[in-house]
């Protein structure tokens, strides 16, 4: 219990200090033994929706979530609450240099983009195509970066939560060490069984 208080308390820290600092990305990546792994990914997926979150991915083998960043420690202590927190991997990432790159970038080509309509209202036929290649060219490079800036910015309003299910097979770890066949054993249970399904 104190390991998991110590834990937390470390987690919300980390977790302050990134909204403090503003334009931060957070990653959250933990491994669980889940039981039952379409019970823990309807509840992960509820908690999320439930803190106005969704999911992006959900398998047998985990799940991956959207979190606003205000209610990432809601998230996290869900998580301990429910399950045992086998392994975990938290990163912060600040992506502010980022933003303000691809902000001066579109707007420098905003302003190049309206530059070439002012040169295309005044020019001859004879250069309209020119220009009007390279205007092309432009809008699309506009739009790359505002869906960039799209990106970033959802990546400062919501956290990810990888959830990794890690599931026990015991009684085929027991089978395959106890197995009298060396053929077996070299093959494995496992692999075996994987390939008959």
Known sequence: MKK???????????????????????????????GNVDDAGEKLAHKASM???????????????????????DMQQFVEENWRV??????????????????????????????YQRILNESKSSSIIKVSTAQSKLVGEIEELRGRLNLLNHQIKYAQFTINFTIDRPGIENMRSRSSFPWLNEIGLDRLLGDME
Do not use: C, M, W
Not at 18 to 31: F, P, R, Y
Not at 51 to 66: A, Q
């Open 4 to 34: 998991n208080l110590h834990h937390f308390s470390f987690l919300l820290l980390l977790f302050i200090q990134s909204i403090a600092h503003g334009q931060t990305a957070i990653n959250n990546e933990l491994n669980i033994k889940p």
């Open 51 to 73: 803190l106005d979150g969704y999911f992006t991915t959900r398998s047998n083998t985990g799940i991956t979530l959207k979190v606003p960043a205000t209610k990432t420690t």
């Open 86 to 115: 086998y392994q975990q991997i938290y990163s912060v990432k600040d992506i502010g240099i980022e933003i303000l790159q691809a902000r001066s970038k579109l707007t420098a080509k905003e302003e190049l983009l309206d530059e």
